[in-house]
């Protein structure tokens, strides 16, 4: 099993700051792709970046300039720089990654959810 626990979110003002966390554990083997999405009230979930165990990144349109992901590998953790934020920023950001576990006798791969964290951005 893998566990992901998200923090850093918050309330901050039109133009402001924050930095999203999200640290996975367990029994992991390797991590592949380390993601965040969001999802606004009524709306589909969406993108919001993702980084590829090489360092690949990609950006939703939205974002683009205004975030930065990373990834620590010795931590297992995944980071959202986030700058520059709009009200429309606004939604539950939530970290995904996918990877391979050891469960002791065997390997098999894993994809998990975080749990979650409210980011909301007033003007």
């Known amino acids: 099993q893998v566990q992901l626990v998200e923090s850093g979110g918050g309330l901050v003002q039109a133009g402001g700051s924050l930095r999203l966390s999200c640290a996975a554990s367990?029994?992991?083997?390797?991590?592949?792709?380390m993601g965040w999405y969001r999802q606004a009230p009524g709306k589909q979930r969406e993108l919001v970046a993702a980084i590829m165990s090489g360092g690949t990144t990609n950006y939703a349109d939205s974002v683009k300039g205004r975030f930065t992901i990373s990834r620590d590998n010795a931590k297992s953790t995944v980071y959202l720089q986030m700058n520059s934020l709009k009200p429309e920023d606004t939604a539950v950001y939530y970290c995904n990654v996918d990877g391979t576990l050891y469960s002791g006798s065997y390997f098999a791969k894993f994809g998990s959810w975080g749990q979650g964290t409210q980011v909301t951005v007033s003007s």
């Open positions: 367990g029994s992991i083997a390797s991590i592949n792709a």
